[in-house]
């Protein structure tokens, strides 16, 4: 089976095995970020900690499948992308 012009083999199984690490990555990420501001402000309190914990998981997920979209939007085609362009378009 070929692949399109357009498309490269095995795209949707990477863009698969990324979208999971990348929200495996954003969960862990935001809840080490939350232990860490939580730690300087001097916040003891368990409910409230694990309130903030599971906000900041929740929104660390739109920042991952962002960065994963962005990622593969520029290696699919170059062009789209507007950090990758080279030269001046309209």
Known sequence: MTAGPG????????????????TLASIC??????DFALDLLGVTAP??????KVISMAAALPAGFYLVEH???ARSSPRRCST?????GP
Not at 7 to 22: E, H, M, N, T, V
Not at 29 to 34: C, D, I, K, P
């Open 29 to 34: 990420g935001g809840a080490l970020l939350a």
């Open 71 to 73: 990622a593969f939007l």
């Open 84 to 88: 990758s362009r080279k030269t001046p």
């Open 47 to 52: 409910t409230v900690r694990l309130g903030v």
């Open 7 to 22: 498309k490269r083999p095995g795209s949707r199984l990477l863009l698969g095995i990324a979208l999971f690490a990348g």
